[in-house]
């Protein structure tokens, strides 16, 4: 993307927040695609969370399956039939063997959905053996997102070990991803891939994970559902740099969870698997956003030494966010 299209695009655009809520304004802006220098090396990543989101509201704008699996009377041809006449609504005018294709596809998504929500109720309760087996299918165990290491305690009050000491939590915590403010950050917990808000069931649709990603995680599958974090400006410091913001933890968790490797420019293979992964800035000027986040192992980590301070600090710096 050459320098005048990135140049041009941002002249173009308005500088007065209003004119979010102008029409004309927005229409303009959606008119014009983004230059890709601003999304970086996140490009792909940020493009199918936000094509996957327009792909559901198409979808259900198309056929609710809230409404399809609130009636159990309805099934997939229920689904088929409303997909087919909204399709034949729009596209008429075309051959049939196309409408019918078309129709076909959105019913197979469509009611993929509703057989999730039809059984989002039926949460799987982990027995013994299967966190033993999620403890031995993961050796060591690690949390899947991060790759952050279960301490002896965690392990063991996971297995639910009779005479354990207890969790504890640590002096520093980093400030980045401050897990360990609270107990339940340093504990190992069964988290859905799938949520089961979204009927995500099954063995298979189960991860090990530390408690703080899996909190931060929910039941979020898009880096756009990150729940907003208070606007104030806060002011700290890790080494030699200078910060106003934190990283919102949702895509700090979704940059991990993707990534899953290191991405230091000497090919690190280090993975969630055999290491632990920490979010940095690739640019250390700029905001702390999807476009400017980068993943490192603890080794290539550039903030290694300062990202971890005094609990009692990073706690009144997370505070004072919100």
């Known amino acids: 993307m050459s320098i005048d299209a990135v140049t041009s695009y941002i002249e173009k655009a308005s500088t007065d927040l209003a004119s979010a809520w ?9 008119e014009k695609a983004p230059p890709a220098a601003f999304m970086g090396d996140q490009e792909l990543l940020l493009k199918g969370d936000q094509h996957r989101l327009w792909l559901r509201w198409f979808l259900e704008g198309l056929v609710s399956p809230h409404r399809v699996a609130a009636d159990l009377s309805l099934d ?6 409303a997909a087919l006449k909204r399709v034949d ?20 998504h469509v009611f993929a959905t509703v057989t999730q929500l039809r059984s989002a109720a039926k949460r799987d309760y982990a027995t013994s053996a299967t966190r033993l087996a999620l403890i031995v299918a993961n050796s060591p165990p690690r949390c899947y997102i991060c790759g952050y290491a279960f301490t002896r305690e965690a392990l063991d009050a996971f297995l639910r070990v009779k005479g354990r000491s207890a969790i504890k939590v640590p002096a520093l915590v980093d400030v980045f991803q401050p897990r360990g403010l609270v107990l339940r950050d340093e504990g ?18 189960l991860r090990l994970a530390c408690g703080w990603c899996n909190k931060h995680k929910s039941d979020r599958v898009s880096i756009y559902e990150a729940p907003p974090l208070a606007s104030r400006t806060l002011t700290y410091r890790i080494g030699p740099h200078q910060l106003n913001e934190l990283p919102n933890p949702f895509w700090t968790i979704r940059t991990m969870a993707l990534r899953g490797r290191c991405q230091h420019r000497d090919g690190c293979g280090k993975t969630a698997k055999d290491a632990e992964l920490l979010v940095s800035l690739a640019d250390w000027t700029g905001s ?3 476009t400017n986040l ?24 997370w505070d004072s966010r919100s």
């Open 294 to 317: 980068v993943v490192y192992c603890e080794q290539h980590d550039p903030l290694k030494v300062d990202r971890r301070q005094a609990r009692a600090d990073v706690q009144r710096l």
């Open 76 to 81: 997939r041809l229920d689904v088929y039939a």
């Open 22 to 30: 102008n029409y004309d304004d927005v229409v303009s802006l959606g």
């Open 188 to 205: 190992i917990e069964i988290e859905h891939v799938v949520p089961v808000a979204a009927g995500g069931t099954g063995q298979a649709n």
């Open 89 to 108: 609504a729009i596209y008429g005018n075309l051959d049939k063997e196309r409408r019918t294709r078309l129709a076909d596809a959105i019913t197979n």
């Open 288 to 290: 702390p956003n999807p």
